[in-house]
């Protein structure tokens, strides 16, 4: 739990725009709950978004608050990526469901870009990006 406490007091330490970055995704995300009965795709998503949970705690207790992180993300939402693009069959494009998932699409997209960003920043050596 210390560590949970400790990777949320990094978080809150962030810009703001950062932080409302973090609750928009983990509540798009979250929202895959409500679907879950009637969408196997939800219950993918819903998966994911957990293993991600576990995954950036795992990481953070061996690295810190580093964009290493985005690791999870780019290992974990790559392929989900791949696999709600190609459309599946419970995925209708209309309705609210068709209107979550495009929203998540849109949302797991720009993630990856700012994970892949802050990675790239930090192997060249801009170590200031997510780090205090």
Request: charged share 10%; net charge neutral.
């Amino acid at each position: 739990m210390e560590a949970s406490l400790t990777f949320l007091e990094h978080l809150d330490a962030q810009p703001s725009w950062f932080i409302l970055w973090i609750y928009w995704v983990s509540a798009i995300n979250g929202m895959s709950f409500f679907f879950l009965l009637r969408h196997i795709s939800a219950r993918w998503i819903f998966s994911a978004w957990s293993g991600t949970l576990i995954g950036m705690m795992g990481l953070y207790s061996l690295v810190g608050f580093t964009p290493l992180l985005g690791l999870i993300h780019l290992t974990i939402w790559t392929p989900m990526l791949f696999y709600l693009v190609r459309g599946r069959q419970d995925s209708p494009s209309h309705g609210l469901y068709g209107f979550w998932l495009r929203t998540l699409v849109i949302t797991i997209c720009f993630t990856l870009l700012m994970d892949s960003l802050g990675l790239f920043n930090y192997v060249i050596g801009n170590q200031r990006l997510l780090s205090s």
